[in-house]
Nanobody
Framework: QVQLVESGGGLVQAGGSLRLSCAAS????????MGWFRQAPGKEREFVAG????????YSADSVKGRFTISRDNTKNTMYLQMNSLKPEDTAVYYC????????????????WGQGTQVTVSS
């Protein structure tokens, strides 16, 4: 089992920044790849960014490239999402997820999920 706990969401004005954290515990072999997804009301869950836990290779959706940065701290078993230049369309519940396989942009590529944290960007 893997437990994932997100934190760091909140309300911010457009152009502002937030940093999300995802604290992971449990089976390390189930955390080969990790990712951030988001889901806005009435929309499907979409991939935001992913990272390989060992090598640190990163992947980002085109919609957030140049604004969001994914990283991880192996010593703290924590993954981060630094979000800059936030836009109202970034408003969503943000989830972290882990997989024992390669990083995927598909939600069904992940076995474990956190409970989500709300990010609201006002215009």
């Amino acid at each position: 089992q893997v437990q994932l706990v997100e934190s760091g969401g909140g309300l911010v004005q457009a152009g502002g920044s937030l940093r999300l954290s995802c604290a992971a515990s449990g089976r390390t072999f189930s955390r080969i790849g990790m990712g951030w997804f988001r889901q806005a009301p009435g929309k499907e869950r979409e991939f935001v960014a992913g990272i390989t836990w060992i090598g640190g290779s990163t992947y980002s959706a085109d919609s957030v490239k140049g604004r969001f940065t994914i990283s991880r701290d192996n010593t703290k078993n924590t993954m981060y999402l630094q979000m800059n230049s936030l836009k109202p369309e970034d408003t969503a519940v943000y989830y972290c997820a882990s997989t024992s396989r390669v990083v995927s942009a598909r939600p069904d590529g992940y076995e474990y999920w956190g409970q989500g944290t709300q990010v609201t960007v006002s215009s």
